[in-house]
Each structure stands twice: as C-alpha cells, then as structure tokens.
C-alpha cells in the first residue's frame, strides 16, 4: 500500500467564541485521532510476510576428522577394470590439492548424475562454498578410494596406465572457400546413414559420387588441412568465422557423427615409416613443413571423418568446454576422458602422473570418452581450449596412476 501526503495552507480566522474555539481545537483532535487510527489500520492491515517452508534437505554430516581407519573392503569389479580398495593416505597429493578447483566440474556431473552419486549431489552443491579443507573431510566421509587397475592385475600389461591430453582447437574461418586450397569442415550428409562404412576421407576427396553428396553441407573453411584434421580428431572445436558479409562471429563446433571408417593415429603412420621420432603435433607439424609433398599421404592415413554441428557461443558458454560423452560441459583442468567399460561417467577420479610435461595430483571427474581411450587405467586429460592449450596437449604422453572415488 502507498500512502499519499497532501500538503495544505490556510490563514489565520479571525477571533470567535470559546466554544468555536474548543469546537475547531476538538476538530483538530478527531483529525488527527482519525488519522493515527488510519496509520495503525494500515500496519495492522498490511500482509506478514510468508513463513519460510522448512527445508526438505538432510543435513550436512558433521565435517570433522574422519579415522582413515575403516575396515576395507572387497575388490569391485567392473567391465574392464578391477577396483582394489586402498587408504586415502594412499592417493599422493590429496592433503595439497586445490579441491574447490574441482568443484564446479562436479556440479556440472550434477546436472546428469549418475545413479550412485545423484543422492550426494544436493551436499556437493551446499559444499561449493567450502572451504578444500571441508571438501576433502566430507569426501573423507562419503566416498570410499579404490584402486584402478587391469582384469589381470596391477603387473598385467596396461597397469602403469597412459595420460594423453586433448583440447578444443581454436581457428580462423571463413563461410566463403579461400582462395588456394582451403579445407571444408561439414554437417552430417543425408545419406550418410545410407551406407556403413561411408567412403574413406580419401574417397570423399577423389570420388564424384561422394564429393557429389557432401556439396552444399559445408560449413565453414580453414585455411589449412592439417589443422581441420586435428579438428576432426580433437571431437570439437571453435573458430571466429568470417561472414560473407566481413562480419566475424565465434562459433562451438560439436561433435555431431562420423564417417564410421576406423580411427588410424596420422603420427602412428609416420612412426611406422621411421619418417619422425617425435609424434607430437609440433614434431609432426615440423616434418610436414618439410616435406609438403607428403602432406595429402598423410591426411589420407586416417580414413576417419568427423562431422559437426555448430552451435552458437554465449559468453557464458566461452567460460567452458563442449559437452563430453557424459553430456555436460567440461572443465579444463579438471575434466577427463575414460574408458567408460573402466570408470563410470561422472565419477570424480583421484589422478597422478609424473613425466617431463607436467607434474599432476589433483582431483578431476570423469566426463568423456573418445575412440582411443580403451583399457583400465587410461585417461584423456581436457587442457582447454586455444593454442597454448594445443601445444600442452599435443606434448602430453605420460604414465598414469588411477584411483576411482566411489560413494559408501
């Protein structure tokens, strides 16, 4: 309710009797009566604010030292890996780890838990404010370590386990082909369900019929091919693309479908030739910058293609990475690539690795997946996007030590 003050004047009337005078000194009174009475009439008229509903939430546990000192319990088993349970003494660096870093990557898993994490989601969310001292007590509290390794056991073949790296590449584009030889990034064709394998990358380069079906499915050019293969490997990827117009826009290019052609490593190629001893992307990059002859033999290699869909970038989007297997935008730092036959989508993972790239103890949560992520101890580690997130990626080939982190 708004109350309205009108503000009045008037002279002075001129003397009269007492009894006018105490009628207009009585009438002031009941004025000013009946507008206190209209005062308190409104604040006894004007609406409580409504009552608080008690909150539905369980309570967080008390977070105070937690005894690594439970009883352990069975191995688990899973597909292609075995858990072995283990002290959270046993995860190396847990005691220094920024765990708050690592938290919003948890939320996002959140947003498609899970079945055996969803009823831990709505603590993980009253936690993102915690302090890593708090986080580490409550995990301490509700998760149980385990060790990942082989069907075979710790000393099988693949037990040291392997961490590579990828990125979200970030190129220049334009809608209009370049002048030269440019490189078409394209949409799914309509008949690509029509024929399983579809043609090679090298038939969709030479045949007509082929060529024929990708026509008008462009949807934007690089200037290099080498740089739209490593697109196409990386899953995803940006570019600041120029309009026909001269307009320029950033766009998220996402994973939409592949040529179902299988997967062959372009540096593996030319391992297998002894033509390089350094197959990462800047020792492979070097060779082909002298050998520019060679360049299309080595596109050709992989007969995988990958095709994409684009979707606009919000700067809210621009803040993440694109949506992995798990369905939720990932983190850098924090977001990984499994084997999901091995570690179940949104399972925050402890992960370890020594090696002349990086030095890495951190908590990190397991939302994707990718055609060479195979096998029990194996990780594909999300670096970010752009190009210093390129060069750490395309340098990172490092042993790898695994602890899955399972609710109670």
């Known amino acids: 309710m708004v109350h309205h003050t009108i503000s009045s004047s008037s002279s002075r009337a001129p003397s009269a009797s007492s009894r006018i005078r105490v009628m207009k000194r009585?009438?002031?009174?009941?004025?000013?009566?009946?507008?206190?009475?209209?005062?308190?009439?409104?604040?006894?008229?004007?609406?409580?604010p409504p009552a608080t509903p008690p909150s539905t939430e369980s309570p967080l546990p008390p977070l105070g030292d937690v005894a690594d000192t439970v009883p352990l319990g069975p191995a688990l088993q899973r597909p292609r890996s075995r858990w072995v349970p283990v002290r959270w003494a046993d995860l190396p660096g847990f005691e220094q780890d920024a765990t708050h870093e690592a938290w919003?990557?948890?939320?996002?898993?959140?947003?498609?838990?899970?079945?055996?994490?969803?009823?831990?989601?709505?603590?993980?969310?009253?936690?993102?404010?915690?302090?890593?001292?708090?986080?580490?007590?409550?995990?301490?509290?509700?998760?149980?370590?385990y060790r990942v390794e082989p069907l075979a056991g710790a000393g099988a073949p693949g037990g040291d386990g392997l961490l590579t790296s990828y990125f979200e590449p970030l190129y220049e584009a334009t809608r209009q082909p370049p002048a030269g030889t440019g490189a078409p990034l394209y949409r799914p064709p309509p008949t690509l369900g029509q024929?399983?394998?579809?043609?090679?990358?090298?038939?969709?380069?030479?045949?007509?019929?082929?060529?024929?079906?990708?026509?008008?499915?462009?949807?934007?050019?690089?200037?290099?091919p080498v740089d739209a293969?490593?697109?196409?490997?990386?899953?995803?990827?940006?570019?600041?693309?120029?309009?026909?117009?001269?307009?320029?826009?950033?766009?998220?290019?996402?994973?939409?479908?592949?040529?179902?052609?299988?997967?062959?490593?372009?540096?593996?190629?030319?391992?297998?030739?002894?033509?390089?001893?350094?197959?990462?992307?800047?020792?492979?990059?070097?060779?082909?910058?002298?050998?520019?002859?060679?360049?299309?033999?080595f596109l050709w290699s992989n007969p995988r293609m990958v095709f994409f869909r684009e979707e606009a970038l919000s700067p809210l989007d621009a803040q993440f990475g694109p949506r992995g297997a798990q369905g939720v935008a990932l983190t850098p730092g924090r977001s990984i690539a499994v084997d999901p036959q091995s570690i179940p989508y949104g399972t925050p993972v402890w992960l370890a690795s020594q090696g002349p790239v990086a030095s890495l103890q951190r908590l990190v949560l397991a939302q994707d997946t990718g055609s060479a992520i195979t096998g029990a101890v194996r990780a594909d580690y999300f670096a970010g996007w752009g190009a210093e997130a390129g060069d750490f990626a395309g340098r990172m080939k490092q042993p790898l030590k695994l602890w899955v982190l399972w609710p109670r």
């Not at 009585?26 to 409580?48: D, Y």
């Not at 052609?261 to 910058?289: E, V």
């Open 229 to 297: 293969l490593i697109l196409q490997i990386q899953g995803s990827g940006r570019l600041r693309v120029t309009e026909a117009d001269g307009r320029q826009r950033l766009v998220r290019l996402a994973f939409a479908a592949t040529n179902d052609q299988p997967y062959r490593s372009p540096g593996g190629w030319l391992m297998g030739q002894s033509l390089i001893s350094d197959a990462t992307w800047p020792g492979i990059k070097a060779w082909l910058a002298v050998n520019p002859r060679r360049v299309q033999e």
């Open 26 to 48: 009585a009438s002031r009174f009941l004025c000013a009566a009946a507008i206190v009475g209209m005062l308190a009439s409104c604040a006894v008229q004007s609406p409580s």
């Open 104 to 145: 919003n990557a948890w939320l996002k898993s959140c947003e498609r838990p899970a079945a055996a994490f969803a009823r831990l989601c709505s603590e993980v969310r009253r936690l993102s404010l915690a302090t890593p001292g708090e986080q580490r007590q409550w995990m301490r509290l509700r998760l149980q370590p």
């Open 195 to 224: 024929r399983k394998p579809w043609y090679t990358r090298q038939e969709m380069d030479t045949l007509p019929e082929a060529r024929a079906q990708l026509a008008g499915h462009e949807i934007a050019w690089l200037a290099d």
